[in-house]
């Protein structure tokens, strides 16, 4: 799977980074909200079907907490275990979309269906790299142990201050419910950034250490 | 209202004052009553002969001369204190080019706060006005065609809103007289066009034709020539040149309650929402693919996390096919016919419901029956929706042939499809009647009408005829002379 001077397999890295017992568990109780929001908020026979408003928003605001928090928590890591956690979270998008697209055609909204679709993958990378850089800041100001609070607070400081400001740049509330250039712009270039920041060349060290992680 | 007009300036020695003359202007406008405005080139009149009627269709009709093709716009706010505005607006693009263009369409007028239009080429605006609440008056018309129309005051009740109108004013199109009782004619004034006066009786006016006419009027006599009859949802009836008799046939006249019709028509809904798997079919196949997913994550690898992906592609796919209804909006329609002689008042409403928010158009000009904000562009109507809501419109009425109706004493269908559940109220249940069959009524079964012909049933006069068509009601209003062989 590897070639010479290269790293391990991108998919072999991310499937042993889903089968970890954090991520794993992490994907089943992603997944188990979703079913949750869906027993909640599926109608009855003859009422209207609001199903996807309430599960596009649940999904995205957990994609982002899921990927702010996994992105702070790979501030140490080795750069091939920053790409499998992103790889990982854009996988968590991709087994969670039947929900959203089986919702989006009964709930029938007046939202493109692409928007609905696309949207949380360049917003689950962008979160990924502002946890990123959340860790690193809080492991440069040495309050790390404060991140469980700080993932949080971060998602909650973006949402106050759009709905402060009126602006639509970092809630994941709204943006799912309605296209957003801005939003999208937003999310597009801090996803661009994060890909850059994970494609930079691993050092030889943590090449070495992702090679023989993958002949083991 | 708002009605404009210029007075020379006069400055000669002797002429009248230019302060009185703008006096009299003044009082003419004023009293003239008329909601037109005009300038050299354009005229804008709302209602017949300038007179509107709230909640009513009314004839619209624009005049320009030498004028580039122009745009005519109303708003007409329907709100009130409680509610705040509610805004109706409507536009039609008017044709232009060298001579006169003569735009006619109708319109339905709500009891309105304001109502104020615009007739505008470009930048330039050639005509504009407006009405206030005092002018929303909903009483309807009686039209005298008379060159003394004085003398028939007395026949007529002192609240009646009397209205002396020139007879080429009078538009045949039934929806144009949906604000208008009686007409009457007594030959001595210029005569209308018989089809104005057909559209007028068809569309639910009773017409009065007062004494002999002269032979000028020819084409007026031919339509009464049968003698007093049903004609649509109206009445032509001679009478004598005499007052009384016109207080007489006023009184006695109980007009077709149109818009009960329709209220009947929209009383259930016609489109419902696209039927919703039930909540446990739903949760258990998405736990199923939930399952599925972890498990061949957990135990496959990432062989098992490719079968997790094509399936999250393929339950994609089929919940799409599965769930997503197959149009965003849904629509559905019904017509009553209401039928007396050969000519037929269509009245239908369309019902569209749409599943995404947005603006749903219907095809032809139409009223929305619950209080929303709407407009009509160019005859078609438009509505902002929320999502998952229905609106039920009333169509602009117009004529048709009529399929069933009463000749001789026999019932006729004269269209080209079979009508079911026929009924003649007071006498019962009849048999189908086969496209082109002639038939008697007789006594039959009472009861068992299904629900929408027993709603219409309730505002229709004894001896009337109901059937069913596919995609219509027909009604047949009995004859003026009543139901032969009908129960007392």
């Known amino acids: 799977m590897t070639r010479a001077g290269q790293g391990p397999n991108v998919f072999t890295l991310v499937t042993d980074r889903l089968r970890s017992a954090d991520m794993l568990q992490a994907l089943a109780l992603f997944l188990a909200a979703q079913l949750f929001v869906l027993a909640v908020r599926w109608p009855g026979a003859g009422e209207s079907n609001e199903a996807w408003f309430a599960l596009a928003q649940a999904r995205m605001v957990l994609l982002s907490l899921a990927a702010l928090g996994y992105g702070a928590a790979e501030t140490r890591a080795s750069t091939y275990s920053r790409r499998a956690t992103a790889g990982a979270m854009l996988m968590f998008v991709g087994l969670s979309a039947p929900f959203d697209v089986a919702t989006y055609a009964a709930s029938y909204p007046a939202v493109p269906w692409w928007w609905s679709s696309l949207l949380p993958f360049p917003a689950t990378l962008a979160y990924f790299g502002v ?86 | 209202m708002n009605v404009a007009f210029a007075v020379p300036a006069v400055r000669r020695r002797g002429a009248v004052p230019a302060a009185l003359l703008r006096v009299v202007a003044l009082a003419v406008a004023l009293f003239a009553g008329h909601a037109a405005a005009q300038t050299g080139r354009a005229q804008v009149e709302l209602g017949l002969g300038g007179h509107l009627v709230a909640d009513a269709w009314n004839p619209v009709q624009v005049t320009v001369r030498d004028a580039a093709p122009s745009v005519l716009r109303l708003r007409i706010d329907e709100g009130s204190l409680l509610e705040g505005p509610r805004i109706v607006r409507y536009s039609a693009s008017v044709p232009g080019g060298s001579g006169v263009t003569v735009f006619q369409d109708d319109l339905y007028v709500p009891t309105f706060r304001s109502l104020s239009w615009t007739l505008a080429s470009g930048r330039s605006v050639l005509a504009s006005g407006s009405l206030g609440a005092a002018d929303a008056d909903a009483r309807p018309l009686q039209v005298v065609l008379s060159s003394s129309p004085g ?22 199109r039934a929806a144009a007289f949906d604000g208008v009782r009686t007409i009457l004619l007594d030959g001595s004034a210029a005569a209308p066009r018989a089809e104005s006066i057909a559209a007028a009786a068809a569309g639910g006016v009773q017409v009065l034709l007062a004494g002999a006419l002269p032979a000028s009027q020819a084409g007026l006599a031919r339509l009464a020539a049968a003698g007093s009859h049903r004609l649509g949802a109206g009445v032509v009836m001679r009478i004598a040149d005499d007052p009384a008799a016109v207080r007489a046939r006023l009184a006695a006249w109980n007009p077709q309650d149109r818009s009960g019709l329709v209220q009947a028509l929209a009383a259930d809904r016609l489109v419902h929402p696209p039927p919703t798997p039930s909540q446990p079919l739903v949760l258990s196949l998405a736990a199923a693919y939930v399952l599925a997913a972890l498990l061949g994550l957990r135990f496959g690898g990432a062989p098992g996390l490719a079968a997790g992906l094509v399936l999250a592609l393929m339950v994609s796919v089929a919940g799409w096919r599965l769930l997503r209804p197959a149009s965003p909006e849904l629509d559905a329609s019904r017509t009553v016919l209401v039928g007396g002689g050969e000519l037929a008042l269509a009245l239908k409403v369309d019902e569209r419901l749409t599943l995404p928010s947005g603006v749903v158009s219907l095809e032809g000009a139409g009223r929305p029956l619950t209080p929303i904000p709407y407009s009509v562009d160019d005859g078609t109507t438009h509505v902002e929706l929320p999502r998952w809501h229905a609106v039920a419109v009333a169509v602009r009425p117009a004529l048709r042939p009529a399929s069933l109706r009463f000749q001789d004493g026999q019932l006729i269908n004269d269209g080209h499809t079979p009508l079911r559940d026929v009924y003649v109220l007071g006498l019962g249940r009849q048999p189908d009647l086969a496209a082109g069959v002639t038939r008697a009524p007789a006594p039959g079964e009472e009861g068992g009408l299904p629900a929408p012909l027993a709603r219409l049933a309730a505002r229709l006069p004894r001896g009337t005829a109901l059937a069913q068509a596919p995609e219509a009601v027909w009604v047949a209003l009995p004859p003026l002379a009543g139901l032969p062989g009908g129960r007392p």
């Open chain 1, 131 to 216: 946890g990123l850089a959340l860790g690193r800041a809080a492991a440069w100001a040495r309050i790390g142990a404060l991140l469980p609070l700080l993932v949080p607070g971060l998602l909650v400081a973006g949402i106050w201050a759009d709905v402060r400001l009126g602006i639509d740049v970092f809630n994941p509330l709204t943006a799912a419910l309605h296209v957003s250039l801005v939003h999208l712009g937003a999310m597009a270039a801090l996803a661009a950034a994060t890909a850059a920041w994970l494609a930079r060349p691993a050092r030889p060290a943590q090449r070495r250490r992702g090679d023989a992680k993958e002949r083991g």
């Open chain 2, 151 to 172: 003398s028939w005051r007395s026949a007529f009740g002192a609240d009646a809103r009397l209205v002396d109108v020139a007879a080429s004013d009078l538009p045949a």
